[in-house]
Protein backbone atom coordinates (compact mmCIF):
# COMPACT_ATOMS: atom_id res chain seq x y z
CA UNK A 1 0.00 0.00 0.00
CA UNK A 2 1.46 3.26 -1.03
CA UNK A 3 2.70 5.90 1.62
CA UNK A 4 0.70 8.83 2.54
CA UNK A 5 1.58 12.32 3.63
CA UNK A 6 0.78 11.89 7.12
CA UNK A 7 2.82 8.58 6.65
CA UNK A 8 5.50 10.32 6.03
CA UNK A 9 5.38 13.40 8.09
CA UNK A 10 5.02 10.69 10.99
CA UNK A 11 8.17 8.87 9.68
CA UNK A 12 10.13 12.31 9.36
CA UNK A 13 9.07 13.29 12.95
CA UNK A 14 10.09 10.59 14.42
CA UNK A 15 12.98 10.62 16.68
CA UNK A 16 13.76 6.85 16.49
CA UNK A 17 14.12 7.27 12.49
CA UNK A 18 18.13 7.69 12.10
CA UNK A 19 20.55 10.34 10.39
CA UNK A 20 21.13 7.28 7.56
CA UNK A 21 16.87 7.24 7.25
CA UNK A 22 16.16 11.01 6.98
CA UNK A 23 18.64 11.11 4.09
CA UNK A 24 17.30 8.26 2.28
CA UNK A 25 13.78 9.51 2.74
CA UNK A 26 15.01 13.53 1.45
CA UNK A 27 16.46 11.95 -1.29
CA UNK A 28 12.99 10.24 -2.16
CA UNK A 29 10.56 13.08 -2.12
CA UNK A 30 12.85 14.98 -3.50
CA UNK A 31 12.60 13.25 -6.87
CA UNK A 32 10.45 14.23 -9.56
CA UNK A 33 8.96 10.99 -9.51
CA UNK A 34 7.33 11.38 -5.83
CA UNK A 35 4.02 11.29 -6.42
CA UNK A 36 2.79 13.52 -3.84
CA UNK A 37 3.81 16.52 -5.46
CA UNK A 38 6.20 19.36 -4.58
CA UNK A 39 3.68 21.00 -1.48
CA UNK A 40 3.67 17.83 0.36
CA UNK A 41 7.76 17.50 -0.21
CA UNK A 42 8.45 20.67 1.49
CA UNK A 43 6.12 20.21 4.18
CA UNK A 44 7.73 16.87 4.80
CA UNK A 45 10.91 18.53 4.42
CA UNK A 46 10.05 21.09 7.12
CA UNK A 47 9.56 18.04 9.41
CA UNK A 48 12.70 16.76 8.88
CA UNK A 49 14.16 19.63 9.55
CA UNK A 50 13.04 19.57 13.30
CA UNK A 51 14.09 15.94 13.89
CA UNK A 52 17.03 15.55 16.70
CA UNK A 53 18.60 13.12 14.33
CA UNK A 54 19.34 15.16 11.63
CA UNK A 55 22.70 14.96 9.70
CA UNK A 56 25.35 18.02 9.43
CA UNK A 57 24.78 17.21 5.41
CA UNK A 58 20.71 17.34 5.85
CA UNK A 59 21.18 20.46 7.76
CA UNK A 60 23.33 22.25 5.14
CA UNK A 61 20.61 21.62 3.05
CA UNK A 62 17.79 23.26 4.92
CA UNK A 63 19.58 26.86 5.38
CA UNK A 64 17.39 29.04 3.48
CA UNK A 65 13.62 28.57 3.17
CA UNK A 66 13.96 25.45 6.03
CA UNK A 67 16.00 27.89 8.55
CA UNK A 68 12.97 28.14 10.62
CA UNK A 69 12.12 24.71 10.78
CA UNK A 70 16.05 24.13 11.69
CA UNK A 71 15.96 26.37 14.74
CA UNK A 72 13.29 24.33 16.39
CA UNK A 73 15.65 21.21 16.13
CA UNK A 74 16.28 20.82 19.52
CA UNK A 75 19.68 19.27 19.01
CA UNK A 76 20.59 22.37 16.52
CA UNK A 77 23.16 23.60 19.48
CA UNK A 78 24.66 20.41 19.84
CA UNK A 79 24.92 19.94 15.77
CA UNK A 80 26.50 23.08 15.49
CA UNK A 81 28.68 22.15 18.59
CA UNK A 82 30.05 19.03 16.63
CA UNK A 83 30.27 20.43 13.58
CA UNK A 84 31.39 24.31 14.12
CA UNK A 85 32.12 24.94 10.16
CA UNK A 86 28.68 23.81 9.17
CA UNK A 87 27.84 27.14 8.70
CA UNK A 88 30.69 27.37 6.21
CA UNK A 89 29.34 24.45 4.17
CA UNK A 90 26.24 25.98 3.37
CA UNK A 91 26.60 28.53 -0.44
CA UNK A 92 26.84 32.50 0.21
CA UNK A 93 24.18 33.08 -1.93
CA UNK A 94 22.07 30.52 0.07
CA UNK A 95 23.02 32.40 3.31
CA UNK A 96 22.21 35.66 1.90
CA UNK A 97 18.98 35.02 1.01
CA UNK A 98 18.52 33.11 4.65
CA UNK A 99 19.51 37.24 5.64
CA UNK A 100 16.83 38.39 4.02
CA UNK A 101 14.36 36.47 5.17
CA UNK A 102 12.72 38.34 8.40
CA UNK A 103 11.70 35.01 9.70
CA UNK A 104 15.21 34.30 10.03
CA UNK A 105 15.61 32.40 13.61
CA UNK A 106 18.15 34.46 15.96
CA UNK A 107 20.22 31.43 16.93
CA UNK A 108 21.03 30.83 13.55
CA UNK A 109 22.07 34.45 12.66
CA UNK A 110 24.01 35.00 16.31
CA UNK A 111 26.56 31.93 14.23
CA UNK A 112 26.37 33.95 10.88
CA UNK A 113 27.92 37.01 12.36
CA UNK A 114 31.18 34.92 12.91
CA UNK A 115 31.21 33.75 9.41
CA UNK A 116 34.27 34.12 7.45
CA UNK A 117 32.72 35.82 4.15
CA UNK A 118 32.01 39.07 5.37
CA UNK A 119 29.12 39.67 3.61
CA UNK A 120 27.48 37.34 5.37
CA UNK A 121 28.85 38.65 8.71
CA UNK A 122 27.35 41.91 7.87
CA UNK A 123 24.13 40.88 6.49
CA UNK A 124 23.29 38.83 9.69
CA UNK A 125 24.28 41.56 11.99
CA UNK A 126 22.00 43.90 10.47
CA UNK A 127 19.22 41.65 10.55
CA UNK A 128 16.62 43.38 12.07
CA UNK A 129 15.78 40.33 14.47
CA UNK A 130 19.50 41.18 16.08
CA UNK A 131 20.02 44.85 15.33
CA UNK A 132 16.84 46.15 16.12
CA UNK A 133 14.88 49.22 14.06
CA UNK A 134 17.34 51.73 13.41
CA UNK A 135 17.60 55.57 14.37
CA UNK A 136 18.69 58.21 11.79
CA UNK A 137 22.15 58.12 13.83
CA UNK A 138 22.72 54.21 13.04
CA UNK A 139 21.65 55.19 9.68
CA UNK A 140 23.89 57.32 8.83
CA UNK A 141 27.20 55.19 10.83
CA UNK A 142 26.58 52.10 8.74
CA UNK A 143 26.61 54.31 5.70
CA UNK A 144 30.07 55.76 6.90
CA UNK A 145 31.22 52.41 7.03
CA UNK A 146 31.03 50.84 4.02
CA UNK A 147 33.88 50.32 2.37
CA UNK A 148 34.38 53.27 -0.05
CA UNK A 149 34.97 51.56 -3.51
CA UNK A 150 38.16 53.57 -4.03
CA UNK A 151 38.17 57.15 -2.99
CA UNK A 152 39.87 58.73 -6.33
CA UNK A 153 35.69 57.20 -7.58
CA UNK A 154 34.28 58.54 -4.82
CA UNK A 155 35.92 62.39 -4.94
CA UNK A 156 34.71 62.38 -9.09
CA UNK A 157 31.62 61.13 -7.55
CA UNK A 158 31.76 64.22 -5.51
CA UNK A 159 32.84 66.72 -8.31
CA UNK A 160 29.86 65.93 -10.14
CA UNK A 161 27.46 66.77 -7.33
CA UNK A 162 26.34 63.62 -6.08
CA UNK A 163 28.13 62.49 -2.99
CA UNK A 164 26.09 63.92 0.22
CA UNK A 165 27.91 66.92 2.01
CA UNK A 166 28.12 64.99 5.77
CA UNK A 167 29.48 61.75 3.93
CA UNK A 168 31.80 64.13 1.72
CA UNK A 169 33.09 65.57 5.06
CA UNK A 170 33.57 61.95 7.08
CA UNK A 171 35.54 61.14 3.96
CA UNK A 172 37.71 64.10 4.10
CA UNK A 173 37.00 65.04 0.31
CA UNK A 174 36.83 68.87 -0.31
CA UNK A 175 33.78 70.41 -1.16
CA UNK A 176 33.59 71.73 -4.92
CA UNK A 177 30.68 72.66 -7.01
CA UNK A 178 29.27 70.43 -9.30
CA UNK A 179 31.48 70.17 -12.53
CA UNK A 180 29.36 67.86 -15.05
CA UNK A 181 31.53 67.31 -17.82
CA UNK A 182 29.80 68.48 -20.98
CA UNK A 183 32.45 68.49 -23.19
CA UNK A 184 34.55 66.04 -23.34
CA UNK A 185 33.34 63.74 -26.03
CA UNK A 186 34.45 63.60 -29.81
CA UNK A 187 32.29 63.86 -32.18
CA UNK A 188 32.68 60.94 -35.14
CA UNK A 189 32.15 62.35 -38.66
CA UNK A 190 30.22 59.05 -39.74
CA UNK A 191 26.67 59.07 -38.78
CA UNK A 192 24.94 56.49 -37.62
CA UNK A 193 23.99 53.19 -40.10
CA UNK A 194 20.62 52.94 -40.72
CA UNK A 195 19.97 49.81 -39.02
CA UNK A 196 21.79 51.48 -35.75
CA UNK A 197 19.44 54.50 -35.80
CA UNK A 198 16.53 52.02 -36.28
CA UNK A 199 17.43 49.75 -33.30
CA UNK A 200 18.53 52.58 -31.17
CA UNK A 201 14.90 54.24 -32.31
CA UNK A 202 13.52 50.84 -31.37
CA UNK A 203 14.88 50.36 -27.89
CA UNK A 204 14.04 53.82 -26.72
CA UNK A 205 10.53 53.44 -27.79
CA UNK A 206 10.13 50.35 -26.15
CA UNK A 207 11.43 51.82 -22.98
CA UNK A 208 9.12 54.91 -23.34
CA UNK A 209 6.40 52.39 -23.56
CA UNK A 210 7.44 50.12 -20.86
CA UNK A 211 9.95 51.48 -18.83
CA UNK A 212 9.71 48.28 -16.24
CA UNK A 213 10.44 45.94 -18.95
CA UNK A 214 14.77 46.09 -19.64
CA UNK A 215 14.69 48.18 -22.38
CA UNK A 216 18.48 47.02 -24.14
CA UNK A 217 17.02 43.24 -23.67
CA UNK A 218 16.71 42.63 -27.53
CA UNK A 219 19.25 41.38 -30.34
CA UNK A 220 22.43 42.71 -30.04
CA UNK A 221 23.93 44.27 -33.48
CA UNK A 222 26.03 42.18 -35.41
CA UNK A 223 29.63 42.96 -34.54
CA UNK A 224 28.91 44.58 -31.72
CA UNK A 225 27.15 44.51 -28.17
CA UNK A 226 24.52 47.37 -27.60
CA UNK A 227 26.55 48.66 -24.81
CA UNK A 228 28.98 49.91 -27.25
CA UNK A 229 26.55 51.93 -29.50
CA UNK A 230 24.87 53.03 -27.37
CA UNK A 231 27.72 55.09 -25.47
CA UNK A 232 28.17 56.68 -28.90
CA UNK A 233 25.04 57.86 -28.63
CA UNK A 234 24.56 61.33 -27.20
CA UNK A 235 22.01 64.06 -27.82
CA UNK A 236 20.03 64.05 -30.23
CA UNK A 237 20.24 60.64 -31.38
CA UNK A 238 22.01 61.07 -34.92
CA UNK A 239 24.89 62.13 -33.66
CA UNK A 240 27.30 59.49 -33.37
CA UNK A 241 30.18 59.56 -30.39
CA UNK A 242 33.89 58.29 -29.86
CA UNK A 243 34.29 57.28 -26.89
CA UNK A 244 34.85 54.24 -24.64
CA UNK A 245 34.70 56.19 -21.36
CA UNK A 246 30.87 54.57 -19.81
CA UNK A 247 31.50 56.33 -17.00
CA UNK A 248 31.33 60.19 -18.29
CA UNK A 249 28.60 59.24 -20.66
CA UNK A 250 26.81 58.43 -18.15
CA UNK A 251 27.09 61.09 -15.79
CA UNK A 252 26.82 63.78 -18.59
CA UNK A 253 23.71 66.36 -17.77
CA UNK A 254 22.76 65.62 -21.55
CA UNK A 255 22.92 61.83 -21.46
CA UNK A 256 19.21 60.95 -21.38
CA UNK A 257 17.87 59.51 -18.32
CA UNK A 258 17.01 56.26 -20.02
CA UNK A 259 20.41 55.45 -20.78
CA UNK A 260 21.61 55.66 -17.91
CA UNK A 261 20.49 52.59 -16.44
CA UNK A 262 22.40 50.73 -18.94
CA UNK A 263 25.33 52.20 -18.70
CA UNK A 264 25.84 52.14 -14.89
CA UNK A 265 24.73 48.10 -15.14
CA UNK A 266 28.17 48.20 -17.86
CA UNK A 267 30.65 50.09 -15.53
CA UNK A 268 32.22 48.17 -13.08
CA UNK A 269 34.08 51.33 -11.66
CA UNK A 270 30.54 52.47 -10.04
CA UNK A 271 29.53 49.34 -8.30
CA UNK A 272 31.59 48.77 -5.50
CA UNK A 273 31.07 49.67 -1.68
CA UNK A 274 29.95 53.09 -1.14
CA UNK A 275 30.09 54.13 -4.91
CA UNK A 276 28.02 51.52 -6.18
CA UNK A 277 25.29 52.59 -3.25
CA UNK A 278 25.48 56.26 -4.21
CA UNK A 279 25.46 55.90 -7.91
CA UNK A 280 22.60 53.31 -7.62
CA UNK A 281 20.67 56.19 -5.93
CA UNK A 282 21.62 58.90 -8.36
CA UNK A 283 21.36 56.90 -11.83
CA UNK A 284 19.00 54.17 -11.96
CA UNK A 285 15.18 54.17 -12.68
CA UNK A 286 12.85 51.44 -14.05
CA UNK A 287 13.81 48.25 -14.52
CA UNK A 288 17.71 48.12 -12.93
CA UNK A 289 15.94 49.70 -9.96
CA UNK A 290 14.18 47.10 -9.81
CA UNK A 291 16.81 44.46 -9.76
CA UNK A 292 18.27 46.21 -7.48
CA UNK A 293 15.60 46.25 -4.46
CA UNK A 294 15.12 41.92 -5.34
CA UNK A 295 19.05 42.02 -4.36
CA UNK A 296 20.51 39.76 -1.82
CA UNK A 297 23.29 41.71 -1.02
CA UNK A 298 22.11 44.61 1.30
CA UNK A 299 24.06 47.85 -0.31
CA UNK A 300 22.44 47.40 -3.21
CA UNK A 301 19.12 47.36 -2.06
CA UNK A 302 19.98 50.23 0.04
CA UNK A 303 21.32 51.91 -3.05
CA UNK A 304 17.65 51.44 -4.21
CA UNK A 305 16.12 52.50 -1.26
CA UNK A 306 17.66 55.85 -1.05
CA UNK A 307 16.72 56.55 -4.65
CA UNK A 308 13.77 58.69 -5.07
CA UNK A 309 12.72 57.16 -8.88
CA UNK A 310 11.68 53.85 -6.63
CA UNK A 311 8.25 52.69 -7.59
CA UNK A 312 5.54 52.38 -5.02
CA UNK A 313 5.57 48.63 -5.48
CA UNK A 314 9.38 48.15 -4.37
CA UNK A 315 8.89 50.70 -1.64
CA UNK A 316 6.78 48.81 0.16
CA UNK A 317 8.77 45.32 -0.35
CA UNK A 318 11.71 47.33 1.17
CA UNK A 319 9.77 49.00 4.14
CA UNK A 320 9.73 44.98 5.40
CA UNK A 321 13.33 44.35 4.41
CA UNK A 322 15.14 42.13 6.67
CA UNK A 323 18.32 44.23 6.89
CA UNK A 324 17.55 47.11 9.75
CA UNK A 325 19.33 50.02 7.45
CA UNK A 326 16.98 49.39 4.39
CA UNK A 327 13.74 49.59 5.97
CA UNK A 328 14.40 52.24 7.97
CA UNK A 329 15.52 54.73 5.16
CA UNK A 330 12.26 52.98 2.83
CA UNK A 331 9.99 53.72 6.07
CA UNK A 332 10.63 57.52 5.60
CA UNK A 333 11.37 59.45 2.75
CA UNK A 334 12.23 62.83 5.20
CA UNK A 335 15.19 60.40 6.28
CA UNK A 336 15.96 59.71 2.74
CA UNK A 337 16.06 62.95 1.56
CA UNK A 338 18.42 64.40 5.02
CA UNK A 339 20.47 61.15 4.36
CA UNK A 340 20.89 62.03 0.55
CA UNK A 341 21.16 66.12 1.26
CA UNK A 342 24.05 66.98 -1.42
CA UNK A 343 24.48 70.41 0.08
CA UNK A 344 28.10 71.68 1.33
CA UNK A 345 26.83 72.37 5.13
CA UNK A 346 29.77 71.13 7.20
CA UNK A 347 32.14 70.15 4.43
CA UNK A 348 35.85 70.05 4.57
Known amino acids: MAMTEADYLAKASDPTTSGAELEALWIEIGSFTFP ?23 AKQCFGQLSSSLADNPALSLLFLENPTLAEQ ?32 EAARLHVTLFGEATEEQVRQELQSIPVGGKANLTELHSWGLVPGW ?22 PNPLTASESKWIQELLQLYMAEPTRPPFGTARESGQGWAMTL ?67 WIRRLGAALNPRLTEKDQKRLMDDA ?13 RDRIMDYGCDGAV
Open 323 to 335: NAIVRAVARDSKL
Open 90 to 121: AAELTLLRMTRRTDSPATILEILTRHSIPQVR
Open 231 to 297: CKVAVPLDVLVLTGDWDILLLRSDTPENLKPGLIAESSRWKNGLVGTLARAACLSGWYLHEEALSTR
Open 167 to 188: LATHHKIKTMPPQLPKNNLVLD
Open 36 to 58: LGGSAATRIQHTIAKNPNLTPHL
